[in-house]
């Protein structure tokens, strides 16, 4: 395990800064308390959680803002030194679709200018496009510093599910809306970059910051999940068509000796319920592989790291990714990634070193890639050691959370009034 740095330094050894922020994370849907693996948890929540933490642990004081989906949770909620939940009422107190959401995000508004006029905080960040929605009105009427992080782009998803594609018709004009009307916008990956100034916003208005992971938790070293004697390929994701769960089976085909495991979805005891699991069995059946796909369904996160390091090779097939976080658990784990060449794939994994590259919905492609690294087992060894490297190097929570303070900064030096500088 890397040591930590002392008190006051990065892991550099450089000093930091330690005037404590009071910081407000709108996440509107994604609470950092969810349960992982549902339709509507996964990434975003992690993201959050570990954000919250780290930027707790340079000394600043954390609120995150989150919509009440159950009647009975209380309204604040001491996550752990440093950070508070505060569930908002907004709509009805049960779970709601995150595309259904949009209608209440006037009454999450109202609320945290409601709590921000009495005690404003030093720096709004909102995480989703609905979040900065709901942000914008009170950060405007108060004056109060606002950064944006969209982690998912309405422009993207529509491109790639066309008719699919289930979100609000209002979402990308509101998402150009916050993008010109916020101080800064935290993307996760130079993509994303891209992406925002075709939708006519300034590059120079963006900086990137992408995602962390946990390299304590996320280790070579530890104990390995059983399996049996057949090389292991692993997906974990929600179980919904994008992920490219479809692409891994077709590709399996082509790879003999070989079991494919899928981690995700609803428990296993009702996978059978599950329209995307039904349609994945059957494409395996068809394929000649059903013998050789396993679907879990969702799992505790305490089981992952172990299932990461029994591997043989992780998948990521999807055909969009705004960012991607199992990759980045994959390489802690040393454990070697191949995923298609989309979004933040392109900045985490450097191909040939600490993975493989290969293009969004070509199973050939993927199965030759797999095949590689399979029947060369030190280039294998090799690629896992070497993404290792690259998370430690790179993708730490604590770096994360400096990169991002470091943006907040340079939102409150233009902006002095919000600190109460004259």
Same mark, same amino acid.
């Given at each position: ?9 990065d892991?550099? %050894? ?5 005037d ?9 849907? @994604? ?19 570990? /954000?919250?933490?780290? /930027?707790?642990?340079r %000394? ?19 996550m ?10 907004? %709509? ?7 595309? =259904? ?32 929605? *709901?942000?914008?009105? *009170? ?8 950064v ?15 008719? $699919? ?9 509101? =998402? ?9 916008? #935290? ?5 994303? &970059? !891209? ?20 390299? @304590? ?6 104990? *390995? ?5 057949? +090389? ?5 994701? !929600? ?6 769960t ?27 319920? $599950?329209? =995307?699991? +039904? ?14 796909? +396993? ?8 089981? #992952? ?5 029994a591997?043989? &090779?992780?998948?990521?097939p ?24 989309? %979004? ?25 890639? #797999?095949? $590689? ?15 290792? !490297? ?9 770096? #994360? ?12 030096? +233009? !902006? ?7």
């Open positions: 395990m890397t040591p930590m740095p002392p008190e006051g330094t892991l550099t %050894g450089r000093a930091y800064e330690t404590a922020l009071d910081i407000a994370l709108v996440s509107e849907h @994604a609470s950092p308390l969810a349960v992982l693996g549902g339709v509507d948890a996964g990434g975003q929540n992690v993201h959050v959680a570990h /954000l919250a933490g780290a /930027l707790a642990d %000394g600043h004081r954390v609120t995150v803002y989150t919509r009440q989906d159950a009647p009975d949770l209380p309204g604040r909620v001491l752990r030194p440093g950070v508070e939940i505060r569930h908002v009422p907004a %709509g009805p107190a049960r779970r709601i679709p995150k595309d =259904e959401l949009l209608t209440h995000m006037p009454q999450f508004g109202r609320f945290l200018g409601d709590v921000w006029v009495q005690a404003p905080p030093d720096l709004v960040h909102a995480h989703f496009w609905m979040s900065g929605y *709901a942000s914008l009105c *009170a950060t405007r009427e108060l004056g109060l510093p606002f944006q992080t969209y982690h998912a782009l309405g422009t993207v998803k529509r491109r790639h599910q066309k008719d $699919d594609d289930t979100s609000p018709p209002e979402r990308i004009t509101i =998402e150009t809306r916050v993008g010109l009307s916020c101080d800064r916008i #935290i993307a996760t990956c130079h993509d994303e &970059v !891209r992406e925002l100034s075709a939708m006519g916003i300034p590059r120079a208005k963006a900086a990137v910051v992408p995602c962390g992971v946990d390299p @304590a938790r996320f280790t070579p070293h530890g104990p *390995a999940a059983p399996r049996g004697a057949a +090389r292991q390929l692993l997906q974990i994701g !929600r179980l919904v068509p994008r992920k490219g479809a692409v891994s089976i077709e590709a399996l085909a082509g790879v003999p000796d070989a079991e494919l495991v899928v981690v995700g979805g609803p428990p296993a005891d009702r996978l059978d319920e $599950d329209p =995307e699991a +039904r349609r994945l069995r059957a494409l395996a059946a068809r394929a000649g592989v059903a013998d050789r796909v +396993r679907l879990t369904g969702g799992l505790p996160p305490e089981e #992952i790291p172990a299932l990461l390091r591997a043989d &090779v992780v998948l990521c999807a055909d969009y990714e705004p960012f991607g976080i199992v990759p980045l658990e994959a390489m802690g784990s040393g454990t070697p990634v191949v995923a298609s060449a989309v %979004g933040g794939h392109l900045d985490t994994i450097d191909d040939p070193a600490t993975g493989r590259l290969v293009p969004p919905g070509d199973p050939d492609a993927l199965g030759e890639a #797999i095949t $590689d690294l399979l029947t060369h087992p030190a280039r294998a060894t090799a690629c896992g050691a070497a993404g290792r !490297r690259r998370v430690l190097a790179h993708y730490g929570w604590n770096r #994360i959370a400096k990169a991002t303070e470091d943006v907040y900064r340079q939102v409150l030096l +233009r !902006r002095p009034a919000a600190l109460g500088v004259a």
